[in-house]
């Protein structure tokens, strides 16, 4: 499988066709390697991990339910929500078209 470059919808903030990468609930350094994964947006995948430590990501917040039911995180989801989901650089209209929309 080619590692590309993934486009889909934040598990987190719910936001469609953003650059995704795929967080594991439960960090790979305390166990998680093979447990369940989510699909989060690189601001929202920095953010979690900006806030919150393995540890407290493996005990308390390894759902994407108790990850968005933080109060740290709500505020953060507020506002990205109102951000735009183009992260993406412009793309040419030609390339845009490629793109399978699910
Ligand atoms: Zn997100
Ligand atoms: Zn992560």
């Keep these: 499988m080619a590692k590309k470059k993934q486009s889909g ?3 987190l903030c719910g936001r469609e066709e953003v650059e995704v990468t795929i967080h594991h609930l439960t960090p790979k350094e305390m166990g ?4 369940s994964t989510a699909n989060l947006c690189i601001p ?6 900006a806030l919150f430590t ?3 990501l493996a005990t308390s917040l390894n759902t994407v339910d108790q990850l968005r039911s933080h ?15 183009t992260r993406l650089p412009i ?4 390339n845009a078209r490629k793109r399978n929309k699910r």
Excluded at 32 to 35: L, R, S, Y
């Design 9 to 11: 919808t934040c598990e």
């Design 32 to 35: 998680g390697t093979f447990m």
């Design 44 to 49: 929202c995948h920095k953010q979690i991990h």
């Design 54 to 56: 393995n540890e407290e």
């Design 71 to 85: 109060p740290e995180l709500q505020k953060f989801l507020k506002w990205i929500k109102k951000q735009p989901s």
């Design 91 to 94: 793309i040419s209209k030609s």
